[in-house]
């Protein structure tokens, strides 16, 4: 029951105590103190109807709200998310979703065909042939060649030397699975950005140099502003499925795995405050719906923050308080 409700009822009632108390000032004063009493009585019981009314209203209400939850799904993945409590915040939550995405990540990619799904997840919709560079959305023709001369490579958003070892650089080959060869992480860039970005930290570049793809210091990358949220809802993703700070479900791709691996900050608390600025920055393109759409049907796990962005400041942010 809404507000004006409440105020419809509960008006009424105070409208006939009002009337009692008049008729009983009009009446004469040899009415015996004995229906004085009972008349009390009456007025005291119409206020605790009243009292207990608003009492069940506001538990209905409470009831309404948990029973939708803090945040929701798109209906066409509902399914998907069935297991997820949606009242849940901070580490609770983080640990369901963690354990979803590990229950359902049933096929790991090997590196190698990443050449292949490329086509499919970053493809120009317009031409079968060319492929959208993940740091400038720049379109190109995208065949490839295993020869160091090639056009584009496989970007690491993580990078292999700062991933703890997860996904090593030593004995990395095109066999390797795991955090290193998933489809959610791994994007298509021309090999010279992939270079030049080498292993640097993401960051707010002060006093750096722009670049085609971006903005550099000798060890900080910023990416430019339509790229963010797409880097920040790779690292979520990456981080909660492969790291076990929060214990749950476990296999041998995941380890020791930290935010502040791999971005710049003088603490966790900072790391995840610019990445959900930038997460809100940038929202969810098409192509990372297609993406997420596409992964699903290979890998058979979605990418929670690209189908709830604000999922994450339930996590991380301030709503997890």
């Known amino acids: 029951m809404g507000i004006g409700q409440k105020a419809f009822v509960i008006i009424p009632l105070a409208v006939f105590v009002l009337l ?3 008729k009983r000032e009009d009446s004469s004063s040899a009415s015996s103190s004995s ?3 009972s008349s009390s009585s009456e007025s005291s019981s119409s206020g605790s109807s009243s009292s207990d009314l608003s009492s069940q209203e506001s538990s209905s209400s ?4 948990e029973a939708q939850g803090l945040f929701s799904f798109p209906d066409a993945v509902s399914d998907y998310y069935a297991p997820i409590d949606t009242n849940q915040t901070g580490e609770d939550l983080a640990l369901s979703i963690h354990d979803l995405m590990l229950d359902t990540h049933t096929y790991y990619t090997t590196y190698g065909e990443l050449r292949f799904t490329f086509y499919q997840t970053d493809g120009d919709p317009t031409s079968e042939n060319d492929l959208i560079d993940f740091y400038t959305k720049e379109t190109y023709s995208a065949t490839w060649d295993s020869s160091s001369s090639r056009l584009y490579d496989r970007e690491h958003v993580w990078c292999k030397s700062l991933s703890s070892g997860l996904w ?7 066999e390797s699975r795991g955090g290193g060869s998933d489809m959610f992480h791994i994007r298509p860039t021309r090999s010279s950005y992939n270079t030049a970005r080498s292993n640097k930290l993401y960051g707010e570049v002060v006093n750096g140099t722009q670049r085609t793809f971006g903005y550099v210091t000798a060890s900080v990358f910023e990416p430019f502003d339509d790229v963010k949220g797409n880097v920040a809802r790779e690292l979520f993703y990456i981080y909660l499925h492969y790291t076990e700070d929060y214990g749950g479900e476990s296999n041998e791709y995941t380890g020791d795995l930290n935010i502040t691996d791999i971005v710049s ?3 966790e608390a900072e790391a995840w405050a610019m990445l959900l600025e930038w997460n809100e920055l940038d929202p969810v393109e098409e192509s990372e719906t297609r993406l997420n759409d596409y992964a699903e049907t290979v890998q058979y796990n979605r990418n929670p923050f690209i189908d ?5 400041n339930y996590i991380w942010g301030v709503s997890a308080a």
């Open 168 to 174: 090593a650089s030593s004995g990395f080959t095109n």
């Open 35 to 37: 229906e004085f009493d």
């Open 20 to 22: 009692a108390c008049s």
């Open 265 to 267: 900050s003088s603490s």
């Open 62 to 65: 409470s009831s309404s709200e």
């Open 308 to 312: 709830c962005p604000e999922l994450a």
